[in-house]
């Protein structure tokens, strides 16, 4: 069962614009969320999270919502530069439980 | 650079076949998580251990077995191999067992043929 979704495999910005990628969970004890990078032949690497008890949490050009009524999940990148054009996944795990979720991916393209 | 160490980079093999994964985690982590990525898919969970005893298992096939070492590494030891269990395989570590990040590995990535 895919308890974290990612519904949009690919997604193309121009350079200096906003990206948005988006993420939706099922789950309603879910309280810690996390958006990882991955460039090609490398791990994800952890960019940004957020606990349950917020909304919104900002970190220099990235900044990740939470809806948590929609249950959804956002990361926002402003301005997106090429170097951001990788794949970035969403996780999401509860307060009590081991297992990380992870989404299928989106896949960045910033366009110079 | 995550401080996770995972070895062999590259690992060709055939069927049937038994293979070892081997990741160090990061200084000072007790958590060592093993996921499985295989073409077009997302990260697969297959076990957690923490500060050596198995913690969580997610969808590991029962020819696939782990464990953790006193010194903290892991290893995974996949038997019998089939052709489908080519993939990516990522090691992460984290501090506890709670809500802190997890630090990935860059993988071993495994052909069967």
């Known amino acids: 069962d895919q308890q974290v979704k990612q519904n949009s495999p690919s997604l193309s910005v121009q350079e200096g614009r906003i990206s948005i990628l988006n993420c939706d969970y099922t789950n309603s004890m879910f309280d810690y969320f996390l958006w990882y990078k991955k460039y090609p032949a490398e791990g994800p690497t952890f960019l940004i999270s957020i606990s349950s008890i917020k909304d919104k949490n900002e970190d220099g050009r990235f900044t990740v919502f939470l809806n948590k009524s929609a249950k959804h999940l956002s990361l926002h990148i402003v301005p997106s530069q090429p170097g951001d054009s990788a794949v970035y996944f969403c996780a999401a795990i509860t307060n009590t439980g081991n297992q990380f979720y992870f989404g299928t991916g989106t896949s960045l393209t910033v366009i110079p | 650079d995550s401080g996770v160490t995972q070895t062999p980079k590259h690992l060709i093999t055939a069927t049937g076949q038994r293979v070892t994964l081997r990741c160090s985690p990061r200084?000072?982590?007790?958590?060592v998580y093993w996921y499985q990525q295989s073409l077009d898919q997302g990260l697969q969970f297959l076990i957690q251990y923490y500060n050596g005893e198995e913690r969580a298992k997610g969808n590991i096939l029962e020819r696939f077995s782990a464990q953790q070492f006193p010194d903290l590494h892991s290893e995974l030891n996949l038997s019998s191999l089939e052709l489908g269990d080519s993939a990516l395989y990522f090691c992460?570590?984290?501090?506890?067992?709670?809500?802190?990040?997890?630090?990935f590995g860059n993988g071993t990535r495994l052909t069967v043929t």
């Open positions: 992460a570590s984290s501090r506890d067992r709670g809500n802190s990040p997890l630090h």
């Open positions: 200084s000072g982590d007790l958590s």
